[in-house]
């Protein structure tokens, strides 16, 4: 289930039911520390960054005991969340012993951010993370390439950590061969969260301003525009 991008005012009813309803939340640690108003009395398991399957398997366990769990996932759990992976573990179980799984969506950090810098998702648009653990590099440079050859929205994910500092150099180089450099970007840090704040920023400068793994970058089409301080792509309405 998805909790949305941080926010409880952002949860959906039906995810707080769901976690209302479940003998067991399982999810990454930083997720249950974001709902963590919500688990009073509730049994929880909760592990550190690059432990999804253990987790993930671990919930698929204890839903085959007979308990209800509930498996968080911030955003929305089909996209880059654990919806996949439990899909994935049950279909593995004998038949008789897999459990039903009910997938529910949650608001995503993408749709998110763009309601914090004004409407820039109005046209066609690409997500596409910079995290290359999963990921060869070169997979995900080829599809920055395409995305910005045929001009949709880039969305990126996981811009920018510790040790992967460059990848968003090479996005802005390719995506400068499509587009000019005064491209409206938009930059968001913690959307919904205590600490929110965005940023407008063009092609040609935006990896001058702070980005990390908190954040979530919008690069504009050809056609974005920024307006009054909000980004807006046109979705190509005769005004």
């Not at 930083?30 to 993930?56: P, V």
């Not at 993408?110 to 999963?134: E, T």
């Not at 910005?148 to 990848?167: C, L």
């Not at 040609?204 to 702070?210: G, L, P, R, S």
């Amino acid at each position: 289930m998805g909790i949305g991008p941080g926010s409880l005012d952002d949860m959906t009813p039906r995810a707080r039911q769901a976690i209302a309803d479940a003998d067991l939340i399982v999810g990454y640690d930083t997720y249950l520390d974001l709902i963590k108003e919500l688990l009073s009395g509730k049994a929880s398991i909760g592990t550190g960054m690059m432990q999804e399957i253990d987790r993930c398997q671990a919930a698929v366990d204890q839903a085959i005991a007979g308990k209800q769990v509930a498996v968080i996932s911030s955003g929305d759990p089909g996209i880059y969340g654990m919806a996949g992976l439990i899909l994935e573990l049950v279909a593995k179980q004998p038949v008789v012993n897999q459990p039903e799984v009910t997938v529910i969506p949650g608001i995503s950090a993408v749709g998110a951010a763009a309601a914090v810098l004004g409407a820039p998702l109005m046209h066609d648009f690409a997500v596409i993370s910079m995290s290359d653990l999963l990921t060869p590099w070169e997979v995900i440079e080829k599809r920055i390439e395409m995305a910005a050859a045929g001009d949709f929205v880039i969305a990126i994910y996981n811009p920018k950590s510790v040790k992967r500092t460059n990848q968003i150099e090479t996005v802005r180089a390719i995506t400068l061969k499509y587009r000019g450099p005064d491209t409206p970007v938009g930059i968001v840090h913690h959307a919904t969260r205590d600490k929110e704040a965005m940023t407008l920023s063009t092609l040609d400068q935006f990896t001058h301003e702070y980005i990390d793994m908190f954040s979530l970058v919008l690069i504009g089409n050809s056609q974005t525009y920024v307006a009054d301080g909000k980004m807006v792509t046109p979705r190509g309405y005769r005004l």
